[in-house]
């Protein structure tokens, strides 16, 4: 009898991660919520092990802090830890684009078409959010910063959740992605000096936090 070997810890761990994460962006898990460890390895039938791996992986995303006698619990989203990842995306999505140069194969304006069509057919806040997630980082996929890619999916991870947060207290209506389409249309006809500057256009112009409540409505 043949017995299937069974599955390895990082692999477990990442499947818990990814779900920790959803849940964390998509508001389900409250900032300061606690994530022990004894209820995740019970929840998704795993060991210690990977339940600790994934923990810390959802910690390196900046997505939950470790707090003396506290433990680990979901991280704080105030309006000055709002104000900084959307600045800091800004920055680094554009200073990313700016590397990517003329870098756009077949492939990348697919994934970047792909992105664009899965935001039109989104039906809640969460789908149009993991569709702009997918846009976003297709535009700059071919950078060959790696460092920097990693750091700029960290902030859309924490932008998102400020988004769906924002969203489902102000109720939200099905969007229009025509600036999508446009920096996907001018990558397309390879005019990349306009497709920066509509790229930039479309990230300035998403709105700061006020002093209580964060920020209104944003659309990249």
Request: proline share 8%; glycine share 6%.
């Amino acid at each position: 009898m043949i017995r299937s070997d069974p599955p390895r810890s990082p692999a477990v761990a990442e499947r818990i991660a990814e779900a920790l994460i959803e849940r964390i962006v998509a508001g389900e898990l409250a900032p300061g919520a606690p994530l022990r460890q004894d209820h995740v390895a019970a929840e998704f039938g795993a060991s210690h092990v990977p339940a600790r791996e994934a923990l810390h992986f959802v910690r390196a995303q900046g997505l939950a802090v470790s707090e003396p006698r506290r433990g680990i619990r979901v991280a704080p989203m105030d309006a000055i830890h709002q104000q900084e990842v959307i600045e800091m995306r800004a920055a680094l999505e554009l200073l990313a684009f700016r590397h990517v140069g003329k870098s756009y194969g077949a492939r990348h304006l697919a994934a970047i078409e792909q992105a664009v069509e899965a935001g039109e057919r989104a039906g809640s806040i969460v789908e149009w959010e993991r569709a702009n997630r997918a846009f976003h980082a297709a535009l700059v996929a071919p950078c060959p910063m790696k460092w920097l890619l990693s750091l700029l999916g960290q902030l859309r991870l924490a932008h998102s959740r400020i988004v769906i947060a924002m969203e489902r207290s102000a109720g939200w209506q099905p969007r229009s992605n025509l600036e999508h389409r446009q920096i996907h249309a001018a990558l397309k006809s390879r005019d990349h000096p306009r497709a920066a500057h509509l790229l930039t256009r479309h990230l300035h112009g998403i709105e700061r936090p006020g002093p209580e409540i964060g920020p209104d409505p944003l659309r990249p």
